[in-house]
């Protein structure tokens, strides 16, 4: 072992000499590119050998009774997993990557590389109404992360490769290299500037070669543009970006709602229990729900809605029109309802592909209501542009959903369609929900990194570092002789703070305050502490945040604030020394 240590040592050193800093970030994106590409690959792969073995000919005949089984087997095999084998949370894959940047410096623990990689392709394979895409981003993210702290990278470029390796696992999920790069500036909030461009191109493009060679031409969206735009259907289209805005509100509120009631389920196996018994009687109910949902959009998208709903089990007539309207809006609403169940129930996956599923289904259901009242548009068109209004307003990433489905599909000639239902659509859900699925929680603990970079610096600095603990403390019974003797003479500050017996902070002693009389041993053994003991001009409390502790500072115009911690003194902080800090954390994000 320590032989390995000399030569990776020597490697270093010799990169640091013969390579420069920019070069050797290039050399880096392209492999964390192929590493991200190479984990996405991997789930895709087991998903399919899951799929596979469940739709293999002893069990097809069965398939449809067992709807209600697979899924909870797939729950049970991931709790034991989780349990027996990786023993810590996994969480979601963007929503954790967004805290470990934003709290953690970007550092994501090691575990995170392979626990979605067996955990995801399990729930999904077995029929949990989730995506990969989000496991897909943890696990590059994590790569990209173990990767910069291998090579001793500093903070701005460890965030540089994670954002690489979400380009690369999106690049490699959907062989969109242009959208992925869009999607990890418009997620995770990254520089758009040549500096970090070039390492982004770098990544999506050695993640989607990388599929290109194990999967050739194979997409997961195998549909090509036919029908054009046409101006006529501007005002449909407009319809279509309120009705996606509606969804997507819903789709938001009915997560929050779901989640929230699974929170008061205390013990995991409970939760177990009951959402593998809804989630199974959801998919026995309306099948096209199981796993991802990727045949239902392509069904759809080439005009064959008979196919998209071939497993339902019921007994209706498929030629008319209005029941098929009637089972696609069952899907678009229970979608939602099936993805955050599983979710809930200990399932692990992503609402990537979810989206795409339920605005797919809402976009053929507009098109088929539209022609029925006399309208003629294209259903593959609307089908289409559902899928980017859905993603627009769920995920909060409108030009991530213009340049995903224009991507995919060749759908350029439909850009104008694409930004207009992408921005109404956006605009409709963020009057009512501030923040994604993915932002949410971090938006509310005030962790969220975003484009506003003197925020971003506030939030990623941290209190404890700023605390100055030489600072003589005195107490209010204490004597002016005894003060001058046992704090102001060992003391090269103007402030004291005041406490009790039990550290419990009452105010503070300003040195000017004494000085008047600081000289006269007359009033040595007269005049006590408490005389001069005066309130502090505001206090900050432990558990505030930087931009709060700011925020005090500016109102009360003081130089030294004391900070209290369970009442209890703790230290101060100097307005200079916070300046000094957060001059240093700017320049480390910016440069």
Sequence with gaps: MPKKKSIFKKILIWRYKNISERQFVYVLSVFVGFLAGIGTLILKNLTSFFQNILEGRFIKDIHHSLYFIFPI?????????????????????????LHAISKRSGIIEKYKIYASLITAPITVGFGGSVGLQGPAVSTGAALGSTVSQLFHMNRKTRMLLIGCATAGAMSSMFKAPVAAIIFAVEIFSLDLAFASLVPLLLASVSAVVTSYFFFEKDALLGFELIDTFEIKDVFY?????????????YFSKIYFRIINFFKRIKKPIHKLIFGGI??????????????????LINNLLEGNALAALEDIPYDVN??????????????????????????????????FIPTLVMGSALGNVCAKIINQLGGNVSESNFTLIGMTGLMAGVLHAPL??????????????????LMLVAAISFAVTK????????????????????????????MMMKINSLIETNFKAVHSEML??????????NSNRNIFPVINEEQQFLGIVLLDDIRPIMFDSEMYDKVTVETFMRSAPAVISYNDSVAEVMQKFKESDAWNLPVIKNKKYVGFISKSKLLSAYRNKLIEVTS
């Design 73 to 97: 087997i797939g729950l049970v095999l991931v709790y034991y997993i989780k349990k027996r084998f990786i023993k810590k949370e996994i969480g979601h894959g963007i929503s954790t990557t």
């Design 278 to 295: 809804a989630i199974g009687l959801m998919l026995y109910l309306i099948p096209p729900l199981y796993g991802e949902g990727y045949n």
């Design 237 to 249: 289209y407009v319809l279509l970006g309120i009705a996606t805005g509606i969804a997507s509100v």
């Design 400 to 417: 991530t959903a213009i340049f995903l489905i224009a991507e995919i599909t060749g759908g350029y000639d439909l850009f104008v369609p």
């Design 480 to 489: 002016l002789g005894e003060m001058l003797k046992k704090s102001v003479s």
């Design 431 to 458: 009057y009512f929900i501030s923040n994604s699925i993915y932002t949410v929680e971090l938006a509310e603990r005030g962790e969220l990194i975003t484009h506003n970079k003197d925020k971003n610096v506030l």
């Design 318 to 351: 498929f030629k008319n029109v209005w029941v098929v309207i009637g089972l696609l809006l069952l899907i678009t609403l229970f979608k939602a309802i099936a993805m955050t169940t599983t979710f809930a129930a200990g399932g692990v996956g992503g609402i």
